[in-house]
């Protein structure tokens, strides 16, 4: 007979999951592991849990561990070895950006990739990464990351990583490591890398330019420019979004390498496939144009800041007569890193980004991360749904 010793102030939790999850002809582990999961949830901020879909990283990650960074704790996992071998979930809520169909995707990206990282030697550093968005995340409920070990091998090792919620797939990536090669100046490889465009350069370290609406987030973005936005010459495939960034705070030592690609991964997913949405100047927030000069101050200037980054204008008048943005939702989502050790995530990086394609209502965009010295840490690649409202007032569309 199994026993589990629950804390007397844990008690009236327990009793409302088995009002509400009768555990009937359900395995001992599989039942234990279910109420300490709820536990947890339930213990970690029962507000935080509540919260609408505006909650904030910083809400999304309270209580966290205070010697680590924000980011760090946002990305924290935990092991569930009742539930099985190689089986993870996420330790604090996760974030639902307002307006969003479901959870940030950056994060169910840089979890399976923190999860797969803890069953892989330290020789071992991921190379690349190809995930899929299947369904819409939900921040109500816990993710259970399975780590499947497809491939042992000399050189490289492969992980696939479901993530599920409430029994089904909502993400699923396969990952790819490779032994860390020891140093040999004699031997012959071949070798190149794209450079640093020219003309750019990082922002100060002390830099606290960030609008008051983004200081809660885990990591700070310095947008630089929509290259050729306003020029009615260029093709929307001649335009680049650039921008620095970097984590919010300093990566603890503990986290290891494994943190700063966790970190990055995380990053890469910030407004990527909203690349097709800026070199094509959409109208893509929840109301028109009109609507905007009824909106409260703090708002107002938040959208004319990004429209004016955007090429979009600062007035009513030149938003008007805009396609408005119907539909904008990941498919899938690729990283190739190239310089592992070289990732310092809490150190300004570049990232550049462009769209080769957009038709049949997808877009494929493409993005380039360097480090602030230069060095070519990343190429990542992602395709979307990408549908503007039509006339007709027709029901909004579905996947």
């Given at each position: 007979m199994?026993?589990?010793?629950?804390?007397?102030?844990?008690?009236?939790?327990?009793?409302?999951?088995?009002?509400?999850?009768?555990?009937?002809?359900?395995?001992?582990?599989?039942?234990?592991?279910?109420?300490?999961?709820?536990?947890?949830?339930?213990?970690?901020?029962?507000?935080?849990?509540?919260?609408?879909?505006?909650?904030?990283?910083?809400?999304?990650?309270?209580?966290?561990?205070?010697?680590?960074?924000?980011?760090?704790?946002?990305?924290?996992?935990?092991?569930?070895?009742?539930?099985?071998?190689?089986?993870?979930?996420?330790?604090?809520?996760?974030?639902?950006?307002?307006?969003?169909?479901?959870?940030?995707?950056?994060?169910?990206?840089?979890?399976?990739?923190?999860?797969?990282?803890?069953?892989?030697?330290?020789?071992?550093?991921?190379?690349?990464?190809?995930?899929?968005?299947?369904?819409?995340?939900?921040?109500?409920?816990?993710?259970?990351?399975?780590?499947?070990?497809?491939?042992?091998?000399?050189?490289y090792a492969t992980r696939t990583v479901q993530a599920r919620q409430k029994g089904a797939c909502i993400f699923t990536t396969t990952i790819s490591f490779v032994r860390e090669a020891t140093p040999d100046k004699k031997r012959r490889e071949v070798r190149h890398a794209a450079s640093l465009p020219e003309g750019v350069s990082a922002p100060p370290d002390d830099?606290?330019?960030?609008?008051?609406?983004?200081?809660?987030?885990?990591?700070?973005?310095?947008?630089?420019e929509v290259l050729r936005a306003g020029d009615p010459k260029a093709e929307p495939q001649d335009r680049k979004c650039r921008q620095w960034m970097r984590s919010r705070q300093k990566i603890s030592p503990s986290g290891g390498h494994q943190a700063h690609l966790n970190a990055l991964a995380y990053m890469s997913d910030s407004y990527f496939i909203g690349t097709v949405s800026r070199i094509h100047g959409l109208w893509r927030f929840p109301f028109s144009p009109d609507e905007v000069p009824s909106l409260d101050e703090a708002t107002q200037e938040q959208v004319r800041s990004l429209c004016e980054f955007e090429g979009m204008g600062s007035s009513v008048e030149e938003w008007r007569g805009r396609p408005h943005l119907g539909m904008l939702v990941s498919l899938d989502h690729s990283i190739y890193f190239h310089e592992p050790r070289a990732v310092k995530a809490d150190e300004w990086m570049f990232t550049e980004m462009e769209s080769p394609w957009a038709g049949d209502g997808r877009g494929v965009v493409a993005q380039r991360i360097f480090s602030k010295d230069g060095e070519l840490l990343a190429t990542c690649y992602q395709e979307g749904v990408v549908r503007l409202k039509q006339d007709g007032g027709e029901k909004s569309a579905k996947l």
């Open positions: 199994a026993v589990l010793v629950i804390p007397h102030g844990m008690i009236a939790h327990v009793r409302e999951f088995l009002a509400k999850h009768p555990l009937d002809h359900v395995p001992m582990n599989i039942a234990i592991a279910a109420i300490i999961i709820y536990i947890d949830l339930q213990a970690e901020d029962g507000l935080n849990r509540r919260l609408p879909c505006t909650e904030t990283h910083a809400a999304s990650a309270a209580g966290g561990d205070s010697s680590k960074s924000l980011i760090e704790n946002v990305l924290d996992v935990t092991e569930l070895k009742v539930l099985g071998q190689d089986v993870f979930t996420n330790t604090r809520p996760q974030w639902h950006p307002p307006g969003a169909r479901g959870i940030y995707g950056g994060a169910v990206i840089a979890q399976c990739l923190a999860a797969a990282q803890k069953t892989v030697p330290e020789t071992f550093l991921v190379h690349s990464c190809h995930c899929y968005f299947l369904l819409a995340g939900s921040s109500e409920t816990p993710i259970l990351y399975h780590v499947e070990h497809v491939r042992d091998g000399r050189s830099w606290d330019g960030e609008p008051e609406w983004a200081r809660t987030g885990p990591f700070q973005s310095h947008r630089i």
